[in-house]
């Protein structure tokens, strides 16, 4: 019974992801030069995420819709480098995760609320 829960869970949640997808975004526009700029920035974060999870759905709406290109890792599949790395180095695996990289110093970011309030003060 867990497991049939756990599985609608999950295709209800990849239907609503691909949903999402095909929903259009009203893009952030800039000049070559500054989206150059922004993708250069964008390169210190990485999005850990499970594809079908709602607020990682979210997350990465806000992504697109800040027009900024961000790695994202599969925090999901057990056993996975980014669910390990994550579990070692944040303490939990909790998506959606933002891994901020400035120079030597990796800071991580829980909660898609505060995520969308650091990306759109960055990116905005
Ligand atoms: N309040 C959090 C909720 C995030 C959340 O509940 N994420 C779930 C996936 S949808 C999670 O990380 N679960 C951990 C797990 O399943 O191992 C947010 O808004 O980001």
New binding site residues.
């Given amino acids: 019974m867990k497991l049939l829960l756990k599985a609608f869970r999950n295709g209800l949640?990849a239907l609503i992801a691909l949903i999402s997808r095909l929903i259009p975004v009203k893009k952030v526009k800039r000049s070559a030069q500054e989206q150059e700029a922004v993708n250069n920035k964008a390169k210190n974060i990485e999005l850990y995420q499970?594809f079908?999870?709602?607020?990682?759905i979210?997350?990465r709406r806000v992504i697109r819709s800040l027009n900024i290109k961000i790695v994202t890792r599969d925090?999901?599949t057990r056993g996975g480098a980014y669910r390990e790395e994550m579990m070692k180095e944040a303490g939990?695996?909790?998506?959606?995760?933002l891994k901020i990289t400035d120079g030597d110093t990796v800071s991580w970011m829980?909660?898609?609320?505060?995520?969308k309030t650091y990306l759109e003060k960055e990116f905005g």
Avoid at 92 to 97: A, F, L, M, S, Y
């Fill in positions: 949640g499970f079908a999870c709602p607020f990682c979210m997350s925090a999901q939990k695996v909790q998506v959606p995760c829980f909660e898609s609320a505060d995520i």
